[in-house]
Every structure is written in C-alpha cells, then in structure tokens.
C-alpha cells in the first residue's frame, strides 16, 4: 500500500482545522504544529520563507487599519464587478488577502472570516477577501469556507503589488510544494495569511 503523498496527509490536517471549535488564531497554529510533524524539513522551509519576507518588511508600506486604500474594481466569484468605493458607501470594510484556494492556510482563514461574518455585519461593516485567482477558484473557496462575503480575483496581483503585499514563491519553496504533491503551483503570493 503507497503511503500519501505530503498534500493528502495535510489536506486531512486542514479539514480538521477547518473543523475545530477553536478560534481561528487557535486553529491556524494547529494546522503549522501538523505541518512540522508531518515534515520538519517543510516547515524550515517555510520558517525562512516568512522571516525572509518579515526582513524585507513586505506589506510594512501598505496601508493600516483605518487608513485610505487605492480604490479596485475586481470581480467576485461570480464575476460581478466591485468597486472599493461602492463597498465602502455602507460602512466599512475589512479586507483579507489570500493566496487561493490551493492553500490550507486561506482555506482555514476563509472559514474563520465566515464563522465572525454576522457579527461583522451586526457591527455595520462588510468583509471581502481577495485572491489573484480566477473566478471559479474563488467560488470554490468561498463555498468551502462557507463564505457569504464577496471573493474578488485580483488576477494579475496588480492591486497587491501596488500594496507591496505580493511575493515570488521562492525556488526552495516551490520545489517543497512540488516535491509534496501539490501539482497547481502558483508563480506569486500573497503574504497576509503567512
């Protein structure tokens, strides 16, 4: 019997996580502890990924909390155009940047934004997620997630490279990723869910 490949033995860690009663810090700590049993060398591997960007200071330039943001117009998951200004006409808004619906971590994320969803909503603001991904990808993983909020494809990362929030996948991390089974790699990264 062939034993499974690094992606299906965490694809059951991220179910799991998805699926915890536990706080969504909680549950994205769990999933990087099974990602270190699971295989230490991948998680060096990400280890020098995120200080590597930490040292770099990506995203340290974009805009914080509270502060204007560039106005976008993206399309959701379904392809209806949003615009930032139209967004924010209701309230504010709270966007979240994925890589996609390939990884574990933005998969638990968009879980953890749908479980708060209505009491964001009770709160007068509105949660969006972007993704450098096509439509159907973000449907996927806004249905998955349970998402009711908006997953807009961002498709060239133009809109998180002018953030300074995107990233090249380093070739150490690709090789990791390929040599764990992932066949879908991407080419750029979002960094906000590391």
């Known amino acids: 019997m062939a034993s499974k490949s ?7 860690c991220t179910t799991r996580c998805q699926t915890m009663d536990a706080p969504l810090p909680l549950r ?3 999933f990087a502890d099974d990602v270190r049993n699971l295989s230490p060398d991948f998680a060096d591997i990400v280890d020098r990924m995120v200080a590597h960007l930490m040292a770099t200071g990506l995203g340290g330039n974009a ?4 502060e204007p943001m560039p106005d ?6 379904t392809g209806r155009l949003h615009s930032l200004g139209e967004l924010i006409e209701s309230g504010p808004v709270v966007i979240a940047f994925h890589r996609g619906h390939w990884c574990p971590y933005c998969r638990i994320n968009a ?6 969803h209505d009491d964001v909503r009770r709160l007068g603001a509105q949660l969006v997620a972007i993704t450098p991904e096509m439509e159907r990808f973000n449907a996927e993983l806004r249905s998955e997630g349970g998402a009711k909020f908006p997953i807009l494809s961002d498709m060239d990362n133009g809109y998180a490279l002018m953030l300074n929030l995107a990233f090249l996948v380093s070739d150490e991390k690709r090789r990791a990723m390929t040599e764990a089974g992932w066949a879908r790699l991407p080419i750029k990264d ?3 869910d590391l």
């Not at 690094?6 to 059951?12: C, G, H, K, R, T």
Request: glycine letters at 10%; aromatic letters at 4%.
């Open 6 to 12: 690094l992606s299906d033995a965490l694809q059951e």
């Open 28 to 30: 994205l700590q769990a």
């Open 63 to 66: 805009p914080k909390p509270g």
């Open 72 to 77: 976008f117009v993206m399309p959701d998951q």
């Open 111 to 116: 879980g953890g934004l749908a479980a708060i």
């Open 190 to 192: 979002n960094s906000s």
